[in-house]
């Protein structure tokens, strides 16, 4: 018996669910159909890929070693189909993108709008998360980074530089003070980001010694995992904040956060477009990160046309 492409992408669906009851809703098919594709694909393979039970479905020690081997030829097989569809100039198939919770919501989700009007023919699932996903092992097409990239494995793209700025609350500003340096800095309460260490988070450039960013121990009185959950609690005045601009623009400019210690410098945030390394580059990738390039441009547009409130003293 062959084993078919069609029982290898569903295999591949079930690694990555866990279920054939979510992959079979996400592939629009029946759960006997993906049953007996993996039953098929089994008896193709001579081996036991998943061990069944009624409550689950465990992947055996070989669907995991097949996985590893198999899901980056599959990658190298969609995007030579991709590459040669170019030819007929048409975007079509399925894009996956993965990013941040915020800045989709806020940015993103417009121009992917915007991009699936120019591509009709083109289908697009999006998953917005802030914790760190593997666009491998979750068979995502393009991810969004912001910040310090730590996978040296995938190629990026950089769309624009975001910088931060430190803010808080007119009642906070009013009950609390204002620290008059960075030094002074860490004796605020502050409201932190989950997902990035602390010592990271609070940095700022050293004029001195460009190389050398100074790190400001700071007091996290709350911790959040979500940008605009940390805006929010700034604007209630519970705190310092340090935040992108693309989170913070909207409230500095209507006045309910207002900047502190404008005259310091946090480090920069740099936005990317992420992708799995491949010989060659699919065309609905390429496409899609030029899109966001020009859309987001340099400055970014949420930059624009900023008018940021100094808290006074």
């Not at 039953?39 to 055996?60: C, I, M, V």
Request: hydrophobic share 45%.
């Amino acid at each position: 018996m062959k084993w078919r492409f069609d029982d290898l992408l569903t295999f591949l669906d079930v690694m990555e669910t866990g279920s054939i009851t979510l992959s079979a809703a996400r592939l629009n098919l029946s759960k006997s159909v993906v049953s007996k594709r993996i039953t098929d694909l089994e008896a193709a393979l001579g081996t036991e890929l998943f061990q069944r039970s009624p409550r689950k479905l465990l992947a055996s020690d070989n669907a995991h070693a097949f996985v590893e081997r198999v899901r980056p030829l599959v990658r190298e097989i969609m995007d030579a189909a991709d590459t040669v569809g170019e030819r007929y100039s048409a975007i079509r198939g399925t894009l996956r993108i993965t990013a941040p919770m915020t800045f989709g919501t806020f940015y993103l989700s417009r121009m992917i709008a915007d991009f699936a009007r120019q591509y009709p023919e083109l289908e697009i699932a999006v998953e917005l998360d802030d914790r760190m996903v593997d666009l491998v092992r979750g068979g995502f097409d393009v991810g969004i980074r912001i910040g310090i990239l730590k996978d040296s494995s995938l190629i990026a793209r950089k769309l624009c530089t975001d910088r931060r700025v430190i803010c808080c609350s007119p009642t906070f500003a009013a009950a609390n003070g204002l620290p008059k340096d960075l030094e002074d800095l860490g004796r605020f309460a502050c409201i932190d980001y989950s997902n990035v260490n602390t010592s990271q988070l609070w940095q700022f450039e050293n004029a001195s010694v460009p190389s050398e960013p100074v790190s400001v121990a700071m007091h996290g009185r709350i911790v959040a995992n979500n940008g605009e959950a940390m805006r929010d609690m700034a604007i209630s005045g519970l705190g310092l904040v340090l935040l992108p601009m693309f989170i913070a623009a909207d409230a500095l400019r209507n006045g309910t956060l207002i900047t502190v210690l404008p005259e310091a410098r946090p480090l920069p945030y740099r936005i990317y477009a992420v992708y799995p390394p491949t010989r060659h580059v699919s065309a609905k990738v390429r496409a899609f990160i030029d899109h966001l390039a020009r859309h987001i441009g340099e400055p970014p547009i949420w930059q624009m046309q900023d008018t940021l409130r100094p808290a006074q003293p």
